[in-house]
């Protein structure tokens, strides 16, 4: 069975700090995606990271692809309250889509 | 561009009645359609998945069916919900099961 841990599971923190979400694995992924979900609403694709040691960054956040494709990071850079939301990792592996748990992110003004 | 409908937003169902959730894709043809159950603040349980008109795939044992008439249209189906179908269905659109492009969901509760 294929997994992918999110941690941490839930973060609060105050405006303007810097804060990293991480996916992990033991399964190597083909490309890994990044998704923010608003409560009541259907997840929004951020970004995808294809190859190994990639770095996107989209405004003050700024996604790494692991070396071995195995795992990802998400890096906020002084976090505003927009930020809140449910950010979900979700990785291709054998032609299946392989979701994390999610990380719950309150910013707080 | 491609758009994603699912209706309704949001549906409160005695125990023991039927159900059935729509959800058409528009601005793509042949797509794989997803069905999700999402728990509060949690991950995403993939219930089925389809890639064509009437081919279901069913990840986990349960109270609910898929059915898909046509290509650009998925429906999620109870006989008889339990109290346990309650939650939070997502349809999803995707191509060769890469990225998943997400409707507005449904909040289901049954009481």
């Known amino acids: 069975t294929q997994l992918l841990e999110q941690s941490p599971q839930f973060l609060s923190i105050q405006e303007g700090e810097n804060l990293t979400v991480y996916c992990n694995s033991s399964s190597v992924f083909s490309s890994l995606q990044w998704y923010r979900q608003e409560p009541g609403e259907g997840p929004v694709l951020l970004v995808t990271v294809v190859t190994g040691g990639e770095v996107k960054k989209l405004k003050r956040l700024t996604f790494q692809f692991g070396d071995a494709r195995k795992d990802s990071s998400l890096h906020i850079t002084a976090a505003q309250p927009g930020d809140t939301g449910l950010y979900l990792c979700?990785?291709?592996?054998?032609?299946?889509?392989?979701w994390g748990a999610g990380t719950k992110l309150i910013i707080k003004p | 561009s491609q758009t994603i409908h699912q209706w309704p937003a949001t549906l409160v169902q005695p125990v023991g009645s039927p159900l059935s959730l729509e959800c058409t894709v528009e601005?793509?043809?042949?797509?794989?359609l997803y069905w999700y159950r999402q728990a509060a603040g949690r991950g995403l349980q993939l219930l089925f998945y389809s890639v064509g008109i009437g081919q279901i795939s069913s990840e986990v044992p349960q109270n609910l069916s898929a059915s898909r008439p046509q290509d650009r249209q998925f429906i999620l189906s109870s006989k008889k919900l339990l109290l346990s179908d309650s939650g939070f269905y997502l349809c999803a659109w995707g191509k060769m099961n890469t990225e998943a492009f997400f409707g507005q969901g449904t909040r289901l509760t049954v009481v």
């Open positions: 601005g793509t043809s042949n797509p794989n």
């Open positions: 979700a990785g291709v592996a054998n032609y299946q889509l392989i």
